[in-house]
């Protein structure tokens, strides 16, 4: 693996992140299908935080780039021991990938301020709701990295849920049961405008809407457009059920969608 003393800037980092990858190679395909999947992942989030830093300055980009290919190193040891990606059953992916990154020279060729900015945001990028009082570096860089994670993951559903069943990373549907029915409790709270909490789940249709949910909390503008562009909406209800409870959180969501995107181009014209 190349050594991270050879980090000096985001293409090293980027070259690094693929011999790191590179070591966890493994010779069952099955395996090797989760690893890739993080891989692909994490070079989609880092495009997308690039996208979605784009009006912030070259300095900002970076930054988000940095962060987002940092933000999932957790993954794949998490993967090598314990053969799943959820925390509940193994270990906080984000405290493995910050501890990856402590244990490292891998962001020493930025000043302290900006380390510890990417540092926490790795750290607290699956939190349920952000902390209060973050320096503003660092919640600036929190929030577009879990935006530009909330896009990929919906791309990765898409992939999962209309991919034959023997072409499927087996662990990207988090174990969850396949039953027909979404459960009252977390239809009624997307229907609330209220994110889904992970422990609420019974089936994959929950997690579904669980995922519908995640657009309640976008941070920018810039993702909003993207959600709307890549119809991540419109791919998340073709993989419902057709029925009317359904039909009305759809509708709510996409409300919500339409409202943002509304209110600032109001706030544009003003
Ligand atoms: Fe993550």
């Given at each position: 693996m190349t050594d991270a003393s050879q980090v000096t800037d985001l293409a090293s980092l980027k070259a690094w992140f693929a011999s790191y990858c590179g070591s966890f190679r493994s010779e069952d395909a099955e395996v090797q299908r989760n690893f890739d999947l993080k891989e692909v992942h994490t070079r989609n989030v880092c495009e997308a935080a690039r996208l979605i830093a784009q009006e912030g300055g070259e300095r900002r980009q970076m930054l988000a780039q940095v962060a987002a290919l940092c933000h999932d190193l957790g993954r794949f040891p998490q993967f090598q021991e314990?053969?799943?990606?959820l925390d509940s059953q193994s270990v906080n992916h984000a405290h493995l990938s910050a501890q990856v990154l402590k244990q490292?020279?891998?962001?020493?060729?930025?000043p302290k301020a900006e380390r510890d900015a990417v540092y926490f945001a790795v750290r607290l990028h699956n939190v349920f709701q952000v902390p209060r009082g973050l320096p503003a570096g660092t919640e600036d860089l929190l929030l577009l990295v879990r935006d530009a994670d909330k896009l990929d993951i919906w791309r990765v559903f898409a992939d999962y849920f209309f991919a034959p069943e023997s072409e499927r990373a087996s662990a990207a549907g988090l174990g969850f049961p396949d039953l027909p029915t979404c459960s009252p409790d977390v239809l009624a709270a997307v229907a609330a405008g209220q994110m889904v909490q992970?422990?609420?789940?019974?089936s994959q249709h929950d997690f579904k809407l669980l995922q519908l949910s995640w657009v309640y909390d976008i941070n920018f503008l810039s993702t909003l457009r993207l959600i709307k562009e890549r119809r991540v909406l419109e791919q998340l209800a073709a993989t419902l059920p057709r029925d009317e409870a359904v039909l009305v959180i759809l509708d709510r969501v996409q409300g919500y969608l339409e409202s943002r995107l509304a209110d600032a181009a109001a706030g544009a014209l003003c």
């Open positions: 314990y053969r799943t990606f490292s020279s891998l962001l020493d060729f930025l992970l422990t609420m789940l019974k």
